[in-house]
């Protein structure tokens, strides 16, 4: 008997207690029951509600069309004014659907728990968004690469944000005409790089090569003067670019004018220029720098410019003389352009 008692005590408690958790539920989504007494009221409400917020984004956009001739500021104040809008909207249409704050917070609490397991990938978006709009990493027209992508932004959203590609199979990041969509979310897990945000200039590097039989001390000269011609009043602009990047980040450099490294490849002497360019103009001032090149060394008689070629090298008879081999004894020792009994140049004698 006191088994039995204490058994339906136990049921009558579970069941008090689903009880409970029912009429909380109903608490909660009871204004939402089709049919109820202020259903009609309710929906009615909320179209005049998102009706309004249509109407004034309206005529909010028309004024500023009126008065804001630059499109970025328009593009700003149209992307502003939806988020603002739809914002508003659902604050007037939770509270009409809703009675009381403390009934809002609880399925708000609800719903998010819910939403950040089944919408992970859009919740990240819409973080990474924040952190854009916040951090400004990059702005429209900011030309960045992230991951494997790269291009100018022309676009932010709040789930991705849109890339003019440049490079891939086009060189010297020209564009290729192709709108990338990236996921904000890549902002937290890819490497970005910014190539016109703080200091608007990059470096580019010209591997010039000649042979090794060229005068490349005069040909380094060239490059130089060259090289200091078409910089014109970039190294002055880069200065002052430096110095206002420098009051938000640590960036210095201790010299902006161009320089000429010398190297030697395999197939002749390297004198590599590097000079500084805006990104966008990257592939017009390495046009110019190669015709001055060109028309200079074309000047010159003792410059070559050097391809790759194979070559037969015979030391004993090339080379500085105290650097070559010793002829063997089966060799002619006579110099091949010294003359033999018969006028000719003496040779080597047949294998």
Same mark, same amino acid.
């Given at each position: 008997m006191?088994?039995?008692?204490a058994?339906?005590?136990g049921?009558s408690a @579970?069941?008090?207690?689903? %009880?409970?958790?029912a009429?909380r539920?109903?608490?909660v989504l009871g ?5 109820g007494?202020?259903t009609?009221?309710? $929906? =009615?409400l909320?179209?005049?509600? =998102? ?5 004034l ?6 004024s500023v069309?009126?008065?804001v ?6 593009y ?12 508003i909207?659902t604050?007037?249409i939770?509270?009409?659907w809703?009675?009381?704050?403390g009934?809002?917070g ?5 719903l998010s728990?819910g ?7 859009p ?6 968004w ?5 951090? @400004?990493p ?14 100018d932004?022309?676009d932010?959203?709040?789930f991705?944000?849109?890339?003019l +590609?440049?490079g891939n ?15 904000? %979310?890549?902002v937290f897990?890819k /490497?970005l790089?910014?190539y ?8 580019n !590097? ?24 078409q910089?014109?009043?970039v190294?002055e602009e ?6 206002? %990047?420098s ?6 450099y /201790? ?6 490294y010398?190297?030697v490849?395999?197939?002749?002497v390297c ?5 500084l360019?805006r990104?966008?103009?990257? @592939?017009?001032s390495?046009? /110019?720098?190669w !015709? ?12 070559d410019? %050097?391809?790759?070629t194979?070559r $037969?090298?015979v030391?004993p ?7 070559r081999?010793?002829?063997?004894? +089966?060799w002619?020792r006579r110099r ?5 009994g018969?006028g000719q140049?003496g ?5």
């Amino acid at each position: 008997m006191l088994a039995t008692a204490a058994f339906q005590a136990g049921d009558s408690a @579970r069941a008090n207690g689903a %009880a409970a958790q029912a009429d909380r539920w109903f608490e909660v989504l009871g204004p939402l029951s089709i049919g109820g007494p202020g259903t009609v009221r309710n $929906l =009615v409400l909320s179209i005049v509600v =998102v009706v309004a917020a249509v109407v004034l984004r309206r005529l909010l956009l028309r004024s500023v069309d009126q008065r804001v001739a630059e499109a970025r500021a328009r593009y700003r104040w149209s992307k502003t004014s939806s988020y603002v809008a739809f914002l508003i909207a659902t604050i007037f249409i939770l509270a009409i659907w809703f009675e009381g704050l403390g009934n809002i917070g609880t399925f708000l609490g609800l719903l998010s728990a819910g939403l950040a397991i089944a919408l992970r990938d859009p919740v990240a978006d819409l973080a990474a968004w924040v952190f854009i709009m916040t951090r @400004r990493p990059f702005d429209l027209g900011d030309r960045v690469q992230i991951g494997d992508h790269a291009g100018d932004v022309i676009d932010i959203r709040i789930f991705q944000f849109s890339l003019l +590609e440049i490079g891939n199979w086009v060189d010297a990041d020209q564009s290729t005409g192709r709108i990338i969509h990236v996921p904000n %979310a890549f902002v937290f897990s890819k /490497s970005l790089a910014n190539y016109t945000a703080q200091f608007e200039y990059i470096w580019n !590097e010209i591997p010039i090569l000649i042979t090794f039989e060229s005068n490349w001390r005069k040909a380094k000269q060239l490059v130089e003067g060259i090289a200091a011609s078409q910089a014109g009043d970039v190294v002055e602009e880069a200065k002052r670019s430096m110095l206002r %990047a420098s009051r938000r980040v640590l960036i210095y450099y /201790s010299t902006l004018t161009p320089a000429v490294y010398t190297s030697v490849q395999d197939s002749g002497v390297c004198l590599t220029l590097r000079h500084l360019c805006r990104p966008r103009q990257r @592939r017009g001032s390495s046009q /110019s720098i190669w !015709e001055a090149v060109l028309d200079a060394f074309a000047a010159e008689q003792d410059i070559d410019l %050097a391809y790759p070629t194979q070559r $037969l090298y015979v030391n004993p008879l090339e080379g500085k003389p105290g650097a070559r081999a010793p002829l063997p004894d +089966e060799w002619d020792r006579r110099r091949p352009t010294e003359p033999d009994g018969t006028g000719q140049p003496g040779t080597p004698p047949p294998p």
